[in-house]
């Protein structure tokens, strides 16, 4: 082997690390006292997150929906979420936030989220899983949590040092494309998955926390996700997952549970109504 040569490879993909590195951020979760790793800069992140949310709703495939009935609901509980941001720990981020809320007519999508800059989105397949404005609140804290702990940021930032890392094993070891997709696809499992369980029980435990502050009980979160489970017994096993397992994140709630109460039961009730059933 020529090493030589590696060096000559292997050099400039490092020093593109090393710089990588140095420029990074560095961030602490104000909840959990977790360090996060941060390459982008928060304009461009809320930059990301806004040109993401004009392209959903400017594709021809999407449906808005106007109803009231659909519509009321998720802004309801949104603006109790927000306030109950403006008043977290995150307080100044929120309040910088431009929000807005969509609800998007789809009723086989079980999905929601919430983008830097303060963009949420609901698709209606969600509602059967909600159930109620608790869930909505449920679901909502959590996708709103990715958005203010700069879960995203967070996420690109591994994934570039991983590339870089990638480049390094490339040039070093001579990969076939072929080789290093796969060497990539590995390094995805070894090494960036735990980090999205991570961010999902982060945003499951101060989402919670947020939800119970809105007014929302926050009990109903462990029906939430009860409710999933039920509807996604073929999903994969958790080690295949960048979510937790749906008995790990129920034990999870049951654990947190006593501290969400605790601010519920000092919040502002928030009054509740069933959502409309999906036909």
Known sequence: MDFQAIINRTVPALTLLVVLINVAGCATNPYTNRSQFLLIPESQEVHMGNQAYAQTLNDPKVVISNNPEEVQPVRRVAERIIAAAQRSKYAERAKSFQWEVTVIKDDKTKNAWALPGGKIAFYTGIFPEAKNENGLAAIMGHEVVHALARHG???????????????????????????????????????????????????????????????????????????????????????????????????????????????????????????????
Request: charged share 25%.
């Open 153 to 279: 940021a967070e996420r690109v930032s591994q994934h570039s040092i991983a590339n870089v890392g990638m480049q390094i094993a490339s040039a070093a070891l001579d990969l076939k494309p072929v080789t290093q997709t796969l060497a990539l696809q590995a390094l995805g499992i070894g090494v960036l998955l735990p980090f999205g369980r991570s961010h999902e029980s982060e945003a499951d435990y101060i989402g919670l926390l947020l939800a119970a502050e809105a007014g929302y009980d926050p009990r109903e979160a462990i029906h939430l996700w009860e409710r999933m489970a039920e509807s996604s017994k073929d999903s994969p096993p958790e080690f295949l997952s960048t979510h937790p397992a749906h008995k790990t994140r129920i034990e999870n709630l049951r654990q947190w549970m006593p501290e969400a109460m605790a601010r519920y039961e000092r919040a502002e009730k928030a009054s509740v109504s069933t959502l409309p059933a999906i036909k």
